[in-house]
């Protein structure tokens, strides 16, 4: 593994079910995101964790939970999905939390919510 | 209320010409600023930064300046290459927070 990884690659779930994005990193980085992006809406902070034990609150939280169980991975959950987040998913990490940091994405994950 | 705007969609110029990236932002407590480069099925990658003791920041072809006063920020590619045809997010944080909100984006081609 290089860098960051996202499984699924993309993924068509029916509303109602419960889904987890998988996310791994590689660089032992402190800070992990996850984001949502959206035609017209640019890329949304959903949760991020700026070190293991710890997540926040981005900008879209509702119908989403993290875990950040060591530093390496960093699952999104949808407890019970909805068409609305239909969306591009991508997690990030950074170098450092509490300071400036380049984050560095993983590929995405598609996934489409009938 | 979006907080970071780029307020262009899209953009063409013609292969070795300048493009001009353009990004407004209204938190005046933004202090770090970045701009990302993103391909189709692929990842944002970081681009180029700058804080808000500079107004300018340059690496190679590209340049970043930043006018706090109108609170604008703009990225200048010279000279544009077709490769460079992407979408690009411009992303602004403070350091209250460290969390970095992102632009929707303007897709940009270049023309060979």
């Given amino acids: 593994i290089a860098g960051i990884t996202q499984a699924p690659t993309s993924q068509i779930l029916a509303a109602g079910r419960r889904m987890t994005l998988r996310c791994t990193q590689d660089m032992r980085h402190n800070a992990m995101y996850w984001y949502r992006q959206d035609l017209g809406l640019g890329l949304r902070l959903i949760h991020y964790s700026n070190t293991a034990g710890t997540t926040g609150k981005g900008e879209v939280p509702d119908g989403y939970s993290v875990s950040r169980a060591n530093t390496d ?6 407890a ?23 984050q560095f994405f993983g590929p995405g994950t598609r996934l489409t919510v009938l | ?72 920020l703009s990225l200048h590619i010279v000279p544009s290459q077709p490769g460079d045809s992407a979408v690009y997010f411009c992303a602004a944080s403070d350091s209250g927070t460290y969390k970095y909100i992102f632009g929707t984006g303007t897709r940009l081609k270049v023309l060979a």
């Fill in chain 2, 1 to 72: 209320d979006q907080q970071v705007k780029q307020n262009s969609p899209s953009l063409s110029v013609q292969e070795g010409r300048i493009s001009i990236l353009n990004c407004d932002y209204t938190n005046s407590m933004f202090d770090y600023f970045l701009w990302y480069k993103k391909y189709p099925a692929e990842g944002p990658t970081f681009l180029i930064s700058i804080s808000s003791i500079k107004d300018k920041n340059e690496d190679g072809r590209f340049t970043v300046f930043l006018n706090k006063s109108a609170k604008h």
């Fill in chain 1, 80 to 102: 019970s999905a909805v068409p609305s987040q239909t969306s591009v998913y991508f997690c990030a990490s950074g170098t450092e939390s509490g300071s400036y940091n380049e």
């Fill in chain 1, 73 to 78: 991975d960093f699952p999104l959950t949808l």
